[in-house]
């Protein structure tokens, strides 16, 4: 207890990891000036601004130590879920509700986002973070408690998880934001995996969300209209399958946006046209498709170095959650895994055509404050919890 | 501590775990990758590099119309037009706003806006439109109808004079009214013909529009003889909704202007250029790459008209002259308040002059359709078909004398001529108009014995018999005018003995000042029914814009029928109108006495129309030996001062007249011919 260091956490900073944040932050500029050209708005200096106010929330989030989000950990859900509240509730009352004006407008069909002003800000990306927090919290509350479990008390832990994620996953369905509903499976799944649950709870789950989308798929090859009638409702919804599964016939919805970026990406070939030399056009590249534009101009090279990046991002993460010696830090990490590769995957799968077209960005890299936030914030807990863990180094 | 252990022993394995999912999951991405950029890369970039195709239009100016002189009746004039392009899923508020902040910049004409535009309007912008629908309709009808019957009951509903627009939002009115009917992503003429000044303000304005309003510039039909038969050479404007698919099959953007009624939609194929298209290769950024592949269109082919403008003019003003007249001298004509005129060529069909006039509140309106949309009982012009009718079916024969006296037959009013004629033949009765030789003629058709009081068995056939004859003349059928739509007449159908005698005087069957005209053709011509019409040549576009091309397409004589009467009886039905006009006692020898340089032919009718009223007409030709022009003139509502042949005289005078003059040729400029064909040096 006598570390020097021990006053500074901001000295003990894995700079490794900020390290690839600098470059995946270099890559993100990059591909956002490509995508949208130095002209059309500024986007990358508004990037720019969002990671300063990222790197501002980094500052304050490692400012506890990571130990008082324990008892914190209520506050901040309650906190976001009062955020989703006001998405369903502001509507309501807004004398503005369904004009440009209004503070939750409609942007593509659903109602995930703020704005006021010039500011939009999407609440569900925060509550991401708060969901990894509380879910991180009643596992280690969890453990603390039951030291000898049986099975009995690791369906009790289950229930206490799936307790609290159904209010915000409800929340975000009615939005509809089905890819941050995704997300937030996502990060209860590396949790649950992380949390010491038997593995046999776990093999039973996984093989009832494998059963499920097998069934879907079964369904699908049998009998379509089933699918389309009784489970999917929307033709939204329908035509984002189509456009994935056949893109070349659905060429003007879901299907061109596949389309344009499978060309892009695919004509990027090894070494890629080369900076600013794309030609494949596809409008609001600077989103949901940045990685398409990374593909197009650095080809499989640019993609390789940029999944590179990730996962040398995730083995920092897992180091931190392995040397850790409060469990709290490493359920907070195996969170941060969960949110950050499912979202790498699902977003890089679907311009690759490998999954289905959901609105994920790809996070650091797609343009657009709030995801920045929330990823900024995620990253700002792995390093509190790698800053606080050598003070017992010394124990 | 034993515990401590057992715990943390799970999470290590349990992360490395995971970590090996994450290694997995981004594996599969990057075999994925591979396949995409390196197996397939190839392909990709082959198609990438294809780039994109990029067709733009320039429209192509329309035909011009010329008439049968050369002399340009229908022109083009290029113009400014404001337009506004709608995008997907633009809100009703976004499109209020756009047409709010435009009526401060542009005058916009409130005239046309309807009650229903108002209304629409008025529904569209309002937030409060919920609480509109609750005041307006029942409970029980918000929750059983659809949207749509919802909506057409409460504009249904709404008073007119609730929605106390202002002049400002009249003005808003009539510019949302022009953008609504615009389809996405096509630009929509909001104002057609700006004026350089508001050119100039929206223009400083443009951006503030956001793209969605544009100055572009357009092309607006002009017409140097003004309102002279503007209403037949048509209209061009949008595009119907309901033909817009079958437009669009042709090749025609959405926001195209097409001929929409009379000439211009009936040669609308003719009218219309063909669009120049520029196909560019663009790059990523939609900048064009190299040079462009142009596939030039031309101008529309022009067409030229039948009519004489120099006497369509002259026709128009002894109309108008004739109508004040008989008005003025005549306290009984105070209804007399229109006249329709045709003069043709009886040969051809090409129709020289076609007047309709209409008095409303003290001002001559335009109305030359009502030649072909108006049907009117013609009274006994039409007895020349009777006559031959009964040739034709044996129930007379040239010098046939009957006797003119009043008829009585049972439950029907006595039935006479004008006056008591006595012995009169075939030609005398058409001279003097007697109503009852024809009477005679249709009795003994229907096989009725007049002295007896029997017979009419089979009325069907009778009247069936009639109109066969009468249809041969054009009278009850079709004229086959070049028009999108002519009326043929009214059928009365098989009714009693007294109305098939008053068809023979025509006072039954009624028919359009066109019927009348191809009859009296028929007439004259020596029995051929000819297709009357407005076409005469089509010529393709010259060089310049000024330029007539070669001819394209030259409208022959289209002879529909040869009536089935011998050429002998058609001479002697031709003698009987030659007195009608050229002697004491022909209805109109004092009206067509001393003519210079011609002898007419015709004959004259005189209608009960519509209750109590009287309806003067007029049909013939002249000269009566070798006809060039047949006419007819129609005076409803006249019943004093026989204004029918005061227009007559005139008009054939007015015709004979201008040939006499020689008609001031425009000189139409053709391409220059090729040395072989003139006899000029040759260079």
Same mark, same amino acid.
């Given at each position: ?25 270099c ?9 949208v ?100 919290n ?50 209860i799944?590396?949790?649950?995996l ?12 996984l ?52 389309v ?41 090279m ?22 850790s ?41 797609s ?29 | ?59 192509a100016?329309?035909g ?14 290029p ?25 401060g ?56 004079? =609730?929605?106390? *627009? ?8 009539? $510019?949302?009214? +022009?953008? &609504?009917? %615009? #389809?996405? !992503?096509?630009?929509?003429r ?24 544009d ?10 003889? =003004?309102?002279? *038969? ?8 949008? $595009?119907?909704? +309901?033909? &817009?698919? %079958? #437009?669009? !099959?042709?090749?025609n ?49 022009? $067409? ?54 209409v ?29 031959l ?8 024969e040239?010098?046939?004398?009957l ?97 098939l ?18 009859y ?147 000189i139409i ?15």
């Amino acid at each position: 207890m006598t570390n020097p260091e021990k006053e500074t956490p901001f000295s003990q900073i894995d700079y490794n990891l900020l390290f690839i944040l600098f470059l995946l932050i270099c890559s993100s500029c990059i591909a956002i000036y490509s995508a949208v050209g130095q002209y059309e708005g500024n986007f990358v200096l508004k990037q720019l601004v969002w990671y300063a106010v990222g790197f501002g929330a980094i500052a304050v989030v490692m400012i506890l130590d990571f130990d008082q989000f324990l008892k914190l950990s209520w506050y901040i859900y309650g906190f976001g879920i009062l955020l989703l509240l006001g998405i369903i509730l502001i509507p309501l009352v807004d004398p503005n509700a369904g004009t440009k004006e209004a503070i939750v407008p409609y942007i593509n069909g659903a109602q995930s986002w703020y704005r006021y002003g010039g500011i939009a800000f999407q609440p569900s990306e925060l509550m991401k973070v708060a969901l990894i927090i509380s879910i991180a919290n009643a596992i280690t509350l969890h453990n603390e408690k039951y030291l000898d479990r049986s099975i009995r008390e690791d369906f009790l832990l289950l229930g206490k998880i799936i307790l609290i994620s159904i209010p915000p996953i409800f929340l975000v369905m009615l939005q509809p934001d089905l890819g941050t509903t995704l997300v937030f499976f996502a990060i209860i799944a590396s949790l649950l995996l992380v949390s010491g649950i038997r593995w046999r709870i776990i093999l039973l789950l996984l093989l009832i969300s494998l059963l499920g989308i097998g069934g879907l798929v079964a369904i699908y090859m049998y009998n379509p209209e089933f699918l389309i009638n009784y489970i999917l409702h929307d033709e939204y919804q329908l035509n984002r399958f189509y456009g994935w599964l056949q893109p070349y016939e659905f060429e003007q919805g879901f299907g061109f946006q596949l389309v344009k970026s499978l060309l892009a990406i695919g004509s990027g070939q090894l070494y890629g046209k080369g900076f600013g030399e794309g030609n494949v056009y596809f409008p609001e590249a600077q989103t949901d498709f940045i990685f398409s534009v990374i593909g197009e101009e650095f080809g499989f090279m640019g993609t390789s170095f940029v999944i590179s990046l990730f996962f040398l991002l995730v083995y920092r993460i897992i180091h931190a959650a392995l040397e850790s010696n409060d469990p709290f830090g490493s359920y907070l990490c195996a969170g941060v895994i969960g949110m950050i590769t499912f979202q790498v995957f699902q977003n890089i799968g679907m311009v690759i055509g490998l999954l289905p077209i959901t609105g994920i960005p790809l996070p650091f890299i797609s343009y657009g404050g709030s995801s920045i936030l929330a990823s900024m914030i995620a990253i700002g807990l792995v390093l509190n919890v790698r800053s606080r863990t050598r003070k017992y180094m010394f124990d | 501590m034993e515990a401590k252990k057992k715990k943390k022993s799970h999470v290590p394995f349990r992360l490395n775990i995971l970590f090996l999912a994450v290694f997995l999951l981004f594996t599969t991405l990057i075999l994925r990758l591979g396949v995409v950029q390196i197996v397939y890369g190839d392909s990709f970039k082959a198609e990438a590099e294809r780039q994109e195709n990029v067709t733009a239009k320039l429209d192509a100016p329309r035909g011009k119309m010329y008439d049968r002189y050369g002399r340009v009746v229908v022109d083009n004039e290029p113009v400014f037009s404001i337009t506004f392009t709608r995008t997907d899923n633009m809100k009703p508020d976004e499109m209020y706003q756009i047409a709010k902040k435009l009526s401060g910049y542009i005058e916009k004409d409130t005239d046309e806006l309807t009650k229903r535009d108002k209304k629409d309007f008025y529904l569209s912008y309002r937030a409060d439109q919920r609480k509109i629908y609750e005041k307006l309709l029942t409970k029980k009808e918000m929750d059983e109808l659809n949207d749509k019957e919802q909506y057409l009951l409460v504009i249904d509903r709404l008073e007119a004079d =609730e929605l106390n *627009l202002s002049k400002e939002d009249k003005e808003i009115a009539a $510019i949302w009214r +022009e953008m &609504i009917r %615009g #389809y996405s !992503l096509t630009p929509q003429r909001v104002k057609v013909d700006v004026p350089q000044k508001e050119i100039a303000v929206v223009s400083e304005h443009l951006e503030e529009f956001d793209g969605k309003i544009d100055i572009k510039p357009d092309a607006q039909r002009t017409y140097p003889y =003004e309102g002279t *038969l503007k209403s037949i050479f048509g209209k061009v404007g949008q $595009i119907p909704s +309901e033909l &817009i698919d %079958g #437009y669009v !099959l042709e090749g025609n953007d959405r926001n195209d202007l097409v001929g929409t009624s009379f000439l211009e939609e009936q040669y609308e194929s003719v009218l219309r250029g063909t669009k120049t298209k520029i196909n560019y290769v663009t790059d990523k950024s939609g900048n064009p790459i190299g040079k462009p592949i142009e596939d030039q269109g031309s101008r529309g082919q022009d $067409i030229i008209l039948t009519f004489d403008m120099e006497l369509q003019k002259r026709v128009e003003k002894i109309v108008e002259r004739e109508i004040l007249d008989a008005r003025q001298k005549y306290a009984a004509n105070n209804k007399l308040s229109s006249s329709f005129v045709i003069m043709a060529n009886p040969h051809t069909g090409e129709i020289y002059s076609m007047v309709g006039k209409v008095l409303e509140d003290g001002k001559f309106q335009d109305a030359p359709f009502g030649n072909v949309y108006n049907q009117y009982p013609m009274g006994s012009t039409v007895k020349g078909a009777t006559v031959l009718t009964g040739y034709q079916t044996g129930v007379i024969e040239p010098g046939t004398v009957l006797y003119d006296t009043p008829l009585e037959l049972p439950g029907t009013p006595i039935k006479k001529s004008y006056r008591n004629m006595g012995y009169v033949n075939d030609i005398e009765a058409l001279q003097q108009s007697s109503n009852v030789y024809m009477f005679r003629i249709a009795m003994r058709i229907a096989g009725y014995d007049f002295e007896n009081k029997r017979g009419f068995n089979n009325r069907q056939e009778a009247f069936e018999t009639m109109r066969y004859y009468f249809n041969q003349f054009g009278l009850g059928v079709p004229t086959g005018i070049d028009l999108p739509y002519e009326d043929d007449g009214y059928n009365g159908g098989s009714q009693a003995l007294g109305n098939l005698m008053d068809m023979g005087i025509g006072q039954f069957d009624t028919y359009t000042p066109m019927q009348m005209v191809q009859y009296i053709s028929t007439i004259a011509n020596g029995g051929y029914r000819m297709q009357p019409h407005l076409l005469k040549e089509i010529k393709k576009p010259g060089i310049s814009a000024d330029e007539q091309g070669d001819t394209a397409y030259e409208f022959q004589p289209n002879i529909l029928n040869r009536i089935d009467m011998k050429p002998e009886w058609i001479e002697r039905v031709q003698k009987g109108l030659y007195m009608v006009m050229n002697t004491t006692k022909g209805t109109a020898g004092s009206y067509f006495k001393n003519t210079k340089g011609y002898e007419a032919a015709g004959k004259t009718g005189t209608a009960q129309y519509d209750g109590d009223s009287y309806l003067l007409s007029l049909v013939g030709y002249a000269p009566y030996d070798n006809p060039e022009v047949a006419f007819v003139v129609v005076s409803p509502y006249a019943e004093e001062g026989g204004i029918n042949n005061k227009i007559g005289r005139a008009i054939l005078d007015a015709y004979f007249d201008i040939k006499k003059e020689g008609h001031k040729k425009e000189i139409i400029k053709q391409p220059d011919k090729k040395p072989s064909d003139n006899n000029q040096d040759p260079y």
